[in-house]
Nanobody, 115 residues
Framework: VHMVESGGGLVQAGGSLRLSCAVSGLPIAELNMGWFRQAPGQERELVANIRSSGDRTLYANSVKGRFTISRDNGKNTLTLQMNSLKPEDTAVYYC?????????WGQGTRVTVSS
């Protein structure tokens, strides 16, 4: 199983980024999926969750109203639209099932938000 995250980069506060996650080796259609992030010196945390059918989403309070998680089960992909970015959103972002499976973490994609 491989999860390949992309779309990160350097952006100014208030800007937007769109992260993508391509999953291979595991059909995600029946799985809850999540975006996670890990900031320097901090533990990895769940940012957003989406149910297998895509009909329900949950967000961390810190990103609610700014981030949108979506999925395309046909393409086996996950997306995170991030708007109104803040410096505290700086982290490496990962996708995984939720709850996550330890050996399925990818390399992540780095997001840096400058003030």
């Amino acid at each position: 199983v491989h999860m390949v995250e992309s779309g990160g980069g350097l952006v100014q506060a208030g800007g937007s980024l769109r992260l993508s996650c391509a999953v291979s080796g595991l059909p995600i259609a029946e799985l809850n999926m999540g975006w996670f992030r890990q900031a320097p010196g901090q533990e990895r945390e769940l940012v957003a969750n989406i149910r297998s059918s895509g009909d329900r989403t949950l967000y961390a309070n810190s990103v609610k109203g700014r981030f949108t998680i979506s999925r395309d089960n046909g393409k086996n992909t996950l997306t995170l639209q991030m708007n109104s970015l803040k410096p505290e959103d700086t982290a490496v972002y990962y996708c995984n099932t939720n709850p996550p499976v330890l050996n399925m973490w990818g390399q992540g994609t780095r997001v840096t938000v400058s003030s």
